[in-house]
């Protein structure tokens, strides 16, 4: 079982800065890959961005150039750092974990709310 959560939510005008947080509660080096999704009012939870285990990363087309995934794997953390914000980007933020063996693993969100 792996335990995540996330941290760094809140509320910022579009064009600003956030940087969320996903502390794991195990080596994230034995995670096959982790990840950060989306789910804004009324729609369904989407992909923003994926790291695997050797650094691959992935992201959704709308968050391209503007959002940027890393890790620390000393600290066990996931980071995503958003940049140039848009309203559109208002959503609660869930961090992700996958096993292959053993399945998917959620945090409990954390708000990001974009001001216009």
């Known amino acids: 079982q792996v335990r995540l959560v996330e941290s760094g939510g809140g509320l910022v005008q579009a064009g600003g800065s956030l940087r969320l947080s996903c502390a794991a509660s195990?080596?994230?080096?034995?995670?096959?890959?982790m990840g950060w999704y989306r789910q804004a009012p009324g729609k369904s939870r989407e992909l923003v961005a994926t790291i695997d285990r050797v650094g691959t990363t992935d992201y959704a087309d709308s968050v391209k150039d503007r959002f940027t995934i890393s890790r620390s794997i000393a600290k066990d953390t996931v980071y995503l750092q958003m940049n140039n914000m848009k309203p559109e980007d208002t959503a609660v933020y869930y961090c992700?974990?996958?096993?292959?063996?053993?399945?998917?693993?959620w945090g409990q969100g954390t708000q990001v709310t974009v001001s216009s």
């Open positions: 195990e080596d994230i080096f034995s995670i096959d890959r």
């Open positions: 992700t974990a996958k096993r292959w063996s053993t399945g998917d693993y």
